[in-house]
């Protein structure tokens, strides 16, 4: 299923950094929380893939409902983690990217979470392969920027920097990600990316930083923040910041709407 790219309310710079803004009308949203939005949340490719092993299994009546109950959780999901997913989505669609392991398969317990970048994929799938990394806010607060950009050690501005300048960071999400490439279908991409990431000194990367918004588009938003990453750029990144405008109020119902989608969905 196609996704909207939105409409394009500003934008800042030239590459290597650059940031832009775009809205989305209330029926584009609904119509990505239902499709391609809906299938990252409920990660139908893995659960398809669980279902395929077990159902190999005897099928007793008995078995078959256990398991439903592995596969079938009811739990609704955080508006932000609709929001996470709504960036991968979109940077899927539109900037090229590629991220073919989802955070949530990692997760040992409810309510726990992973360190490190909010995805990792790659970037130039269909050019110069090079890993991505991506940090996610989502935010309701009517303020330019809202105070997840600027304040705190996990604030956007602190973790996009750490991410620019700080290899080890880097490093660990590549290994991260190449144990599980190991055995996978992308595994060959992984070794483009990883082959441009070291004969660069681990500088040839995209870094993207998405904000989701539910107030109306301002480019102050990103102003501060592309200055801030413009400074130190490596020669061989590229960074680009991205707020995604939805409907007002639009935010606290993500969550519902992706529910109410029935765990149905498009890629």
Not at 18 to 29: M, Q
Not at 55 to 83: C, H, M, R, Y
Not at 134 to 150: C, D, G, R
């Amino acid at each position: 299923m196609s996704l909207t790219a939105g409409t394009v309310e500003y934008t800042l710079g030239t590459p290597p950094v650059t940031g832009c803004g775009v809205s989305w009308a209330s029926e584009e949203l609904d119509a990505a929380l239902s499709g391609p939005v809906a299938s990252v949340v409920f990660d139908h490719e893995g659960m398809a893939d669980i279902t395929a092993l077990l159902e190999s299994l005897p099928d007793t009546d008995f078995e078959i409902d256990e398991l439903a109950k592995i596969l079938n959780d009811d739990t609704p999901p955080k508006d932000w983690e609709v929001g996470e997913a709504l960036a991968e989505v979109y940077l899927t669609h539109h900037r090229d990217s590629y991220f073919p392991w989802p955070d949530g398969r990692d997760i040992r317990k409810p309510k726990s979470s992973l360190p490190g970048a909010d995805m990792i994929g790659f970037h130039g799938i269909n050019k110069e392969i090079r890993f991505a990394f991506v940090e996610v806010k989502t935010s309701t607060e009517n303020k330019y920027p809202p105070q997840v950009v600027k304040y705190g050690e996990h604030s956007l501005n602190k973790q996009l920097t750490d991410l620019r300048d700080k290899r080890p960071l880097r490093d660990k999400a590549v290994a991260y990600l190449g144990h599980r490439a190991t055995k996978s279908g992308w595994k060959a991409v992984y070794q483009s990316a990883a082959k441009n990431y070291l004969k660069t000194g681990g500088t040839c990367v995209a870094i993207f930083g998405v904000l989701i918004r539910d107030v109306l588009p301002n480019r102050d938003d990103l102003s501060a923040s592309w200055q801030l990453l413009s400074g130190n750029c490596p020669a061989n990144a590229l960074i680009e910041l991205l707020a995604i405008y939805l409907p007002s109020g639009s935010i606290d119902s993500l969550s519902i709407k992706v529910m109410a989608s029935g765990k149905g969905g498009d890629t």
